[in-house]
């Protein structure tokens, strides 16, 4: 079955960087977009940055300039750049992708989400 894997997070003072990583693995027949979303406590789950297969990129107003998201298709990846972190980015960072998958018997779309990965930008 489909997964997706993420790595990456942790505790960064304001300022500083971080990179994400996703893999997704699993029967996977194409993927038509990837993409990172994160839920602080207390607030709804948001769209940070997503990619298309066709490369276009899309980002919260709150993190252009900041974030770069980045794919490699042959690879199944999707990373998440982040630089000067800030306070109100701590959350937990959820990777997304829409996939077509193989089954026995049958090929099936989907979205699927990984575990999340805990960041935390604090002085």
């Known amino acids: 079955q489909v997964q997706l894997v993420e790595s990456g997070g942790g505790v960064v003072q304001p300022g500083g960087s971080l990179r994400l990583s996703c893999v997704a693995s699993?029967?996977?027949?194409?993927?038509?977009?990837m993409g990172w979303y994160r839920q602080a406590p207390g607030k709804q789950r948001e769209l940070v940055a997503g990619?298309?297969?066709?490369?276009?990129?899309n980002y919260a107003d709150s993190v252009k300039g900041r974030f770069t998201i980045s794919r490699d298709g042959a690879k199944e990846t999707v990373d998440l750049q982040m630089n000067s972190l800030k306070v109100e980015d701590t959350a937990v960072y959820y990777c997304?992708?829409?996939?077509?998958?193989?089954?026995?018997?049958?090929?099936?779309?989907?979205?699927?989400w990984g575990q999340g990965t805990q960041v935390t930008v604090s002085s």
């Open positions: 990619v298309t297969s066709g490369g276009i990129t």
């Open positions: 997304n992708a829409d996939l077509q998958s193989a089954t026995p018997g049958a090929t099936m779309r989907g979205v699927y």
């Open positions: 699993g029967g996977i027949l194409s993927i038509y977009a």
